[in-house]
Antibody, heavy 119, light 110 residues
Framework: QLQLQESGPGLVKPSETLSLTCSVSGGAISISYYWGWIRQSPGEGLEWIGSIYYNGRSNYNPSLKSRVTISVDTSKNQFSLMLTSVTAADTAVYFC????????????WGQGILVAVSS | QSALTQPRSVSGSPGQSVTISCTGTRSDVGGYSYVSWYQQHPGRAPKLMIY???KRPSGIPDRFSASKSDNTASLTISGLQAEDEADYFCCSYAGSYTFVFGPGTKVTVL
């Protein structure tokens, strides 16, 4: 059974870069799925951040595109998120996800990781 | 600010039906047959309940149904049960391989 597990620092300073990794188990990352990130600010709704195919082709939320990079490491069966120049508004629970296709919604989710932006 | 609009809350008694609306534009809900719905219990990851407007993933009970008309999608929960109390989020494909979510609707079982 597919499992997704987020990892990374739970606290990031303002203006620095948020970096998270999603480890995939129970399935190979190098198959016909898209791997993505979605976040949820405390008490708020969900925000789609972006997704990536195993070959590195990525798609990003236009509102975050200038600060986001999603990458994939097929040798480690992992994919990662980098968000630069963070502010308090980036404080959220970050979920890694799997989409069956580029136009398909996320069907599998990690448990989420809370990242706070604070000095 | 969310791109899609949902009511903040709906409620119903056990056994009743509730319907949640999700309004977007022709650039998202109205432009594609790719509306999905998620259920989220407190402290848990969202769970996909509906995809492609009205399809249920394996294991989702048929008490959950959904549809779309023009720029508005709807999720109906029939035969409301205590375990259905949760937040429900709609999501729509918005073109260029991007997605937008609604702000979420809290369903309360009275």
């Amino acid at each position: 059974q597919l499992q997704l597990q987020e990892s990374g620092p739970g606290l990031v300073k303002p203006s620095e870069t948020l970096s998270l990794t999603c480890s995939v188990s129970g399935g190979a990352i190098s198959i016909s799925y898209y791997w993505g990130w979605i976040r949820q600010s405390p008490g708020e709704g969900l925000e789609w951040i972006g997704s990536i195919y195993y070959n590195g082709r990525s798609n990003y939320n236009p509102s975050l595109k200038s600060r986001v990079t999603i990458s994939v490491d097929t040798s480690k069966n992992q994919f990662s998120l980098m968000l630069t120049s963070v502010t308090a508004a980036d404080t959220a629970v970050y979920f890694c996800t799997r989409q069956p296709g580029v136009e398909a919604p996320a069907s599998d989710w990690g448990q989420g990781i809370l990242v706070a932006v604070s000095s | 600010q969310s791109a899609l609009t949902q009511p903040r809350s709906v409620s119903g008694s056990p056994g009743q039906s509730v319907t949640i609306s999700c309004t977007g534009t022709r650039s998202d809900v109205g432009g594609y047959s790719y509306v999905s719905w998620y259920q989220q219990h407190p402290g848990r990851a969202p769970k996909l309940m509906i995809y492609d407007v009205s399809k249920r993933p394996s294991g989702i009970p048929d008490r959950f149904s959904a549809s779309k008309s023009d720029n508005t999608a709807s999720l109906t929960i029939s035969g409301l049960q205590a375990e259905d109390e949760a937040d429900y989020f709609c999501c729509s494909y918005a073109g260029s391989y991007t997605f937008v979510f609604g702000p979420g609707t809290k369903v309360t079982v009275l």
